[in-house]
């Protein structure tokens, strides 16, 4: 199994500009990927990454997607002088020509298929391509908002057919609605989009109708068009981890990709003059995180936008580090999504209810009027990107104090450590770790019966999680107690993940741990393939440091998670989706109502969110 991660980049993607003054393309400039490559060598990640040469995509490729008369058009633009390059350029919205751009598109795009091609020979796990002209405004005949080919829909129907692929999730974390996109695969199931976007209730360019999160896709591909519209700028870390456990993951999992596709615009991070959103640079590990458990782990991140060079080329870098497997920093800020947030979530979720299992049982109401209709989004005008600098030099150096992590593995005198991984410490004694004791606060996970009295404390420093077959009779309520019932006979590994996105780890990222203690009872009521998913997932959080206690019994068990724990991921198959029943997520959303007021990011569960019951009795 590969466990590298490639990077396409190549200077000469620099060597086309605007060549007039337009102040809305000017932001589109060569030092974007420049930059961020060098913030990318400053880290250290270059040379620790597979790279990957550019090539020039064939016109055979380009049309997999455009029209023939379209690349007639663009390639005509090689030889043209500025007036006719400003010409043509204005036959579109938001584009711009220059002698080089259509020599740097076909780079771009050529660099974004042999990602693909290194992603799905195996080659590596994963990779990012640093590339311009970004694509997904791009459509079958058009230029639009600085995009040249569509880089991302040529590469998902081109993987499709080269390798056979059943499924491809493509993510749009971009903060502009990729229309292009969209539009190409909207009546088609075998490829979900999911993009997140400025709307402002379609004030927002490209003030389309069609970005709203009622367009749900057409004919057979009805369902697998997600837009979750935002209605306001300052979104944060609290929002963006929310949209995820609640909209994305829950359907990627339940689709199940034999690929994933990201079109990584990074004008959704701070400082951004086009988002004026506030996500910082450790989100999007965070984000690549989970998007690197979904279907096999095969995911190609691909640039789109991003305009604030500081902000692009640290959440570049954070999301480089990542796929190479380095433990993450902290998600920091409130993790709490806001109240514009959680309606348009809501919404989402209630227009994608009929169409997917894994919300077969939910009740999911409509706002028809949301908070902020008819609101102006003020907000101050630009933060100066200045500010935004500084802010961003003394925040990663906040975050990134580097831990060294090792994973040790305690066994009984004389067990067989023949198969555990090369990177792992064998100790023959129980370690009383420094770890544990300067924690503040433990995150105690324990699966099959427990007694909750042993290791809870009301002080806030442990938070005690129950997941077994059977409720306790008796009940102590604590905000840092909770049980969750989960039944072996409901199957390994498919409904899981309904209480792991939508309950365990909203409640896990509110709680904010400095340590995790996984403990796995004989009579455990989940399936090898959840504890390991539960495991990795953890690993987000308390920058990897967490802490496995099997069984004896169950030596395959404790070889997974030790491959697990030291990084070494192997694939997962979990198999035919099954949706969890309606017990279980009634149950789930009682727990999740009870703890929301505490642990913020379970709002969205079921009806009205607290808030706006508050707001209505007052
Ligand atoms: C790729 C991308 C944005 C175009 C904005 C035009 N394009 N106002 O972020
Ligand atoms: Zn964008």
């Given at each position: 199994m590969?466990?590298?991660?490639?990077?396409?980049?190549?200077?000469?993607?620099t060597s086309y500009k605007l060549l007039w003054d337009n102040a809305e393309c000017a932001i589109e400039n060569p030092e974007r990927i420049s930059i961020s490559y060098k913030s990318l060598q400053h880290?250290?990640?270059?040379?620790?990454?597979?790279?990957?040469?550019?090539?020039?995509?064939?016109?055979?490729?380009?049309?997999?997607?455009?029209?023939?008369?379209?690349?007639?058009?663009?390639?005509?633009?090689?030889?043209?002088?500025?007036?006719?390059?400003?010409?043509?350029?204005?036959?579109?919205?938001?584009?711009?020509?220059?002698?080089?751009?259509?020599?740097?598109?076909?780079?771009?795009?050529?660099?974004?298929?042999?990602?693909?091609?290194?992603?799905?020979?195996?080659?590596?796990r994963n990779g990012l391509a640093l590339i311009r002209p970004p694509g997904h405004h791009s459509q079958p005949s058009e230029s639009n908002?600085?995009?040249?080919?569509?880089?991302?829909?040529?590469?998902?129907?081109?993987?499709?057919?080269?390798?056979?692929?059943?499924?491809?999730?493509?993510?749009?974390?971009?903060?502009?609605?990729?229309?292009?996109?969209?539009?190409?695969?909207?009546?088609?199931?075998?490829?979900?989009?999911?993009?997140?976007?400025?709307?402002?209730?379609?004030?927002?360019?490209?003030?389309?109708?069609?970005?709203?999160?009622?367009?749900?896709?057409?004919?057979?591909?009805?369902?697998y068009n997600i837009n979750l519209p935002w209605n306001q700028t300052g979104m944060s870390n609290g929002d963006y981890i929310?949209?995820?456990?609640?909209?994305?993951?829950?359907?990627?999992?339940?689709?199940?990709?034999?690929?994933?596709?990201?079109?990584?615009?990074?004008?959704?991070?701070?400082?951004?003059?086009?988002?004026?959103?506030?996500?910082?640079?450790?989100?999007?590990?965070?984000?690549?995180?989970?998007?690197?458990?979904?279907?096999?782990?095969?995911?190609?991140?691909?640039?789109?936008?991003?305009?604030?060079?500081?902000?692009?080329?640290?959440?570049?870098?954070?999301?480089?580090?990542?796929?190479?497997?380095?433990?993450?920093?902290r998600l920091s800020g409130e993790m709490a999504p806001c109240f514009s947030a959680l309606e348009s979530i809501q919404n989402t979720r209630h227009v994608h209810a009929p169409y997917w299992k894994c919300m077969l049982h939910d009740e999911t109401r409509l706002i028809q009027e949301p908070s902020t209709k008819g609101l102006s989004t003020a907000y101050p005008s630009?933060?100066?990107?200045?500010?935004?600098?500084?802010?961003?030099?003394?925040?990663?150096?906040?975050?990134?104090?580097?831990?060294?992590?090792?994973?040790?593995?305690?066994?009984?005198?004389?067990?067989?450590?023949?198969?555990?991984?090369?990177?792992?410490q064998v100790e023959e004694c129980t370690v009383p770790s420094e770890q544990i004791k300067g924690a503040i606060r433990v995150l105690c996970v324990g699966i099959g019966d427990l007694d909750p009295k042993l290791s809870?404390?009301?002080?806030?420093?442990?938070?005690?999680?129950?997941?077994?077959?059977?409720?306790?009779?008796?009940?102590?309520?604590?905000?840092?107690?909770?049980?969750?019932?989960?039944?072996?006979?409901?199957?390994?590994?498919?409904?899981?993940?309904?209480?792991?996105?939508r309950f365990i780890l909203p409640l896990a990222y509110s709680y904010q741990p400095d340590l995790i203690i996984i403990t796995v009872e004989n009579n455990r009521s989940i399936g090898t393939k959840d504890i390991l998913l539960l495991t990795s997932l953890l690993q987000g959080l308390s920058q990897g440091a967490v802490l496995s206690i099997v069984p004896e019994s169950e030596p395959e068990l404790t070889e997974a998670l030790c491959n697990v724990l030291a990084g070494c991921h192997s694939t997962m198959d979990f198999g035919p989706y099954k949706p969890p029943t309606e017990e279980c997520v009634h149950d789930l959303k009682d727990e999740a109502v009870s703890m929301e007021k505490e642990w913020k990011l379970l709002q969205c569960f079921g009806g009205l969110p607290y808030l706006l019951e508050e707001s209505l009795t007052s």
């Open positions: 590969a466990s590298s991660t490639a990077l396409v980049y190549d200077e000469e993607m880290y250290g990640l270059v040379e620790r990454c597979l790279q990957l040469p550019v090539r020039e995509a064939t016109e055979e490729e380009i049309t997999i997607i455009h029209s023939p008369e379209y690349l007639e058009v663009v390639k005509s633009t090689q030889t043209m002088d500025v007036e006719e390059l400003r010409k043509t350029s204005e036959k579109y919205i938001a584009a711009f020509f220059h002698p080089n751009s259509y020599r740097c598109a076909k780079l771009s795009l050529g660099g974004t298929l042999q990602l693909v091609d290194a992603v799905m020979s195996g080659d590596v908002g600085f995009c040249v080919f569509n880089n991302v829909a040529v590469a998902a129907k081109y993987a499709k057919t080269k390798y056979n692929l059943q499924r491809i999730l493509i993510v749009d974390w971009d903060i502009h609605h990729g229309q292009g996109i969209q539009n190409i695969f909207e009546d088609d199931p075998s490829v979900l989009y999911f993009s997140w976007h400025r709307y402002e209730h379609g004030s927002f360019w490209p003030n389309l109708r069609e970005s709203d999160y009622d367009f749900i896709g057409k004919g057979k591909g009805t369902g929310a949209a995820f456990f609640h909209v994305l993951l829950p359907l990627a999992f339940e689709f199940n990709p034999d690929l994933v596709l990201v079109s990584a615009g990074y004008d959704s991070g701070i400082g951004d003059p086009e988002g004026c959103m506030h996500a910082t640079p450790e989100c999007f590990s965070h984000l690549t995180h989970l998007l690197m458990h979904v279907g096999n782990g095969k995911l190609c991140v691909v640039l789109e936008g991003g305009y604030h060079l500081r902000s692009l080329a640290e959440s570049v870098s954070m999301t480089v580090k990542t796929l190479l497997g380095d433990p993450l920093p630009h933060t100066d990107a200045s500010t935004v600098d500084e802010f961003l030099e003394n925040h990663m150096k906040k975050i990134l104090y580097a831990i060294p992590l090792s994973t040790t593995c305690v066994l009984s005198p004389g067990a067989d450590t023949s198969r555990l991984p090369t990177n792992v809870s404390t009301n002080d806030g420093k442990t938070f005690m999680l129950i997941i077994s077959e059977d409720k306790p009779s008796e009940r102590v309520h604590s905000d840092y107690q909770c049980f969750l019932q989960w039944n072996e006979n409901l199957g390994e590994g498919s409904s899981f993940f309904y209480a792991l996105f």
